[in-house]
Nanobody, 123 residues
């Protein structure tokens, strides 16, 4: 079992920044791969960023590369998503997810999800 709790969402103007947090707990947190995903109303959930808990490679799709950065603060068992240069199209519920296999292979590999945190970007 793993529990994921997101926080840090809010309302910002275009061009602004937010940092989302995902507090993780579980028996073997250190073996997980972690990811951030987002879903806007009427749209499919999409991949935003992923990282190995052990400090391996990070991954971003082209849509957010150069703007969003995923990282881990190990002392707090927390995964962050730093979002810069936010645009209205970034508005969505952002979800933290875990792949307990320890590597990220795609959204279908996520087997634990947080409840999400809402990010709203105004123009």
């Amino acid at each position: 079992q793993v529990q994921l709790v997101e926080s840090g969402g809010g309302y910002v103007q275009a061009g602004g920044s937010l940092r989302l947090s995902c507090a993780a707990s579980g028996r073997t947190v250190s073996s997980y791969a972690m990811g951030w995903f987002r879903q806007a109303p009427g749209k499919e959930r999409e991949f935003v960023a992923a990282i190995s808990w052990r400090g391996g490679s990070t991954y971003n799709p082209d849509s957010v590369k150069g703007r969003f950065t995923i990282s881990i603060e190990y002392a707090k068992n927390t995964v962050y998503l730093q979002m810069n240069s936010l645009q209205p199209e970034d508005t969505a519920v952002y979800y933290c997810g875990a792949d307990t296999r320890g590597f990220y292979s795609g959204i279908n590999g996520i087997n634990y999800w947080g409840k999400g945190t809402l990010v709203t970007v105004s123009s």
